[in-house]
């Protein structure tokens, strides 16, 4: 490589090629040469030699790039040409890579990726794309670091779970930027909750209400509707997500069964019904007949969004438990709709059900070896037990002491 000549250029040469104007491509020495085009665009120009082939790269315009700059840039280039690298081929990838903003890369990651996820997951990552693309929806992909995302969570101020819930999207998001090679490192990737907002709080433990509180809750001064479907959501165990979207061509009265479909939350099952909650099911059936759904919504205008028929929002349910609560301060521990779960659990347990029919009555997989073997679905012991919780149910409604005689599971 040649060696370069020192102060063949200086200020005042450029200056005065600038204020003339007449196209020039004036060498520096060791390749870097100082170029006026005729439409009066002045650059730098580094020429070296790579592979045996002659090759060239824009370093910069000038003035925004002067001269000892230009020098000191060409010198960090024929360094890299020296160690076996090609300038000009990062140039090239450089302008072949595509240069997005986070709001681009937001709508490409909704379109490929968010819109194969669970409904519940698409609004849960819907709801925190929407802070990112507030927050960072101009910002070029390329140009994001570490520091932004933490900034994101800081700014964004919520809870320690849904700020989790928003770093996990975004550790998503430019996940899916490094997959299409947009970027070749993911920013959040080592960007801890735990550094920003501290250790996670200890999680809310959930409770198990007493036969007294169950008695308040079975008498509850609510709507029928609200009374119904908190009835049937204790007494069959399900999930809130699975009651709020269930239709009733999955719930056959005649034959005491309700299908649950397949979901990200479990796999399908056939529930056992007592007849106490088809009775409740059956009275919710003629309020809501016109309805392809168990529990409709009651708002003309969310009806009128979903072609009008739509289920109940996934918050209607808590939020008329906790009206109850607030307005008629009943003798009972606030608690929600997840809570019922869990107190279904406990009570049959201590009415002598084993935990596996338990687990399965709350449509849990069986855990280990047990769970992979064992396909049996046990309805005959499901209906069992979910028709003593519901006969505990009715005696606590009534205000009777427990006098049934406890559970006991068949033989296999």
């Not at 900034?151 to 996990?168: D, P, Y």
């Amino acid at each position: 490589m040649a060696k370069r000549q020192s102060n063949l250029l200086n200020d005042l040469l450029l200056k005065q090629y600038v204020r003339v104007g007449a196209p020039v491509a004036k060498s520096d020495g060791a390749g870097l040469t100082f170029t006026l085009s005729s439409a009066g665009t002045a650059a730098w120009i580094l020429r070296f030699s790579h592979g045996g082939r002659q090759q060239e790269i824009t370093l910069g315009r000038y003035p925004d790039l002067g001269l000892s700059a230009a020098r000191k840039l060409a010198a960090e280039k024929r360094v890299e040409v020296q160690q076996g690298r090609n300038p000009a081929l990062a140039v090239r990838r450089a302008k072949t890579r595509k240069d997005w903003t986070v709001r681009q890369l937001a709508e490409d990651y909704k379109n490929l990726v968010l819109s194969k996820l669970s409904d519940s997951t698409q609004r849960g990552y819907g709801r925190n794309l929407k802070r990112i693309e507030s927050g960072m929806g101009a910002m070029s992909v390329t140009d994001v670091e570490p520091s932004d995302i933490v900034v994101r969570v800081e700014k964004a101020q919520l809870g320690w779970v849904e700020s989790n819930t928003l770093l996990t999207v975004m550790k998503a998001l430019f996940r899916h930027a490094a997959g299409k090679k947009i970027i070749n490192v993911n920013p959040a990737i080592g960007v801890e909750l735990s550094a920003i907002l501290g250790e996670r709080p200890e999680k809310r433990k959930r409770l198990m209400l007493t036969a007294e509180e169950l008695h308040v809750l079975m008498t509850a001064k609510m709507s029928t509707e609200n009374r119904l479907a908190v009835g049937v959501l204790l007494a069959t165990g399900v999930r809130i997500s699975e009651l709020f979207t269930a239709r009733r061509e999955h719930v056959f009265l005649d034959e005491a069964r309700w299908h649950i479909p397949k979901s990200k939350t479990g796999p399908e099952m056939d529930i056992p019904l007592a007849p106490a909650v088809v009775e409740w099911l059956g009275e919710l059936a003629k309020v809501t007949s016109d309805s392809a759904y168990v529990i409709p919504a009651r708002l003309r205008t969310r009806n009128e969004r979903f072609d009008g028929d739509a289920h109940i929002s996934k918050d209607a349910i808590r939020e008329a438990i906790d009206f109850w609560i607030t307005n008629h301060e009943p003798k009972i521990r606030r608690f929600t709709p997840h809570d019922l779960r869990s107190t279904m659990k406990s009570h049959m347990r201590k009415l002598g059900v084993s935990s596996d029919i338990s687990e399965m009555c709350l449509n849990h997989k069986l855990v280990g070896v047990e769970g992979i073997y064992d396909q049996h679905n046990y309805y005959d012991e499901r209906r069992a037990a979910l028709e003593l919780w519901a006969c505990f149910l009715l005696n606590c409604e009534a205000g009777h002491e427990w006098t049934v005689r406890p559970f006991r599971q068949s033989a296999a």
